[in-house]
């Protein structure tokens, strides 16, 4: 059973970069059907996704944070990391991580989300 | 950007059927998943290929997609099912969700 575990700070002061960590057990960051992601869920509101990358180091990015964003792997200790720059009150939110299937595009496996906090 | 819509909230009786929408542009030519998502927890996937249920989910619910309008029912609705529901659709470079829908079950 695949299991995904968030990890990182939950407070960060504004201006300095959100960093967290989604640690990957039960399965191969390496296996290359599948592509690793971030999401977030404001307080009270929707889903938005962040970001994806494929163990071979491809990314993409909503445009919407692309400017600040960055994803990268670590095959080794089978896990991949998040980074949000300059960050803002706004960036306030519960941060998944989860796997998804290429081809598909459905998210089939989640971790537990993380609250991060950026006092205003 | 792409964007999916859907309504902000459905309301439905114990035993009755739930229909939960999800509009987009030609949203019928993409995969959409559907996830239910209660309050603390992570969401969990119900409806992926637009039809198809994963292990473990009950046949009630099912799922359609078509022209620009993709559906999640919920057929014999239980109490249980009272949650949040995400549409979301994938292209090879980028996921977009839907506002959600609130399932009030009453």
């Known amino acids: 059973q695949v299991q995904l575990q968030e990890s990182g700070p939950g407070l960060v002061k504004p201006s300095q970069t959100l960093s967290l960590t989604c640690t990957v057990s039960?399965?191969?960051?390496?296996?290359?059907?599948?592509?690793w992601s971030w999401i977030r869920q404001h307080p009270g509101k929707g889903l938005e996704w962040i970001g994806y990358?494929?163990?071979?180091?491809?990314?993409y990015y909503n445009p919407s944070l692309r400017s600040r964003v960055t994803i990268s792997v670590n095959t080794s200790m089978n896990q991949f990391s998040l980074k949000l720059s300059s960050v803002t009150a706004a960036d306030t939110a519960v941060y998944y991580c989860?796997?998804?299937?290429?081809?598909?595009?459905?998210?089939?496996?989640w971790g537990q989300g993380t609250l991060v906090t950026v006092p205003s | 950007s792409y964007e999916l819509t859907q309504p902000p909230s459905v309301s439905v009786s114990p035993g009755q059927t739930a229909s939960i929408t999800c509009s987009g542009d030609?949203?019928?030519?993409?995969?959409v998943c559907w996830y239910q998502q209660k309050p603390g927890q992570s969401p969990v996937l119900v409806i992926y290929?637009?039809?198809k249920r994963p292990s473990g989910i009950p046949e009630r619910f099912s799922g359609s997609n078509s022209g620009n309008i993709t559906t999640l029912t919920i057929s014999g609705t239980q109490v249980m099912d009272e949650a949040d529901y995400y549409c979301?659709?994938?292209?090879?470079?980028?996921?977009?969700f839907g506002g959600g829908t609130k399932l009030a079950v009453l």
């Open positions: 989860a796997r998804i299937l290429g081809g598909s595009g459905k998210f089939d496996y």
């Open positions: 039960g399965g191969s960051i390496s296996s290359g059907i599948y592509y």
């Open positions: 990358i494929h163990y071979s180091g491809s990314t």
């Open positions: 030609k949203l019928g030519d993409k995969y």
């Open positions: 290929e637009d039809t």
């Open positions: 979301q659709a994938w292209d090879s470079t980028s996921v977009v």
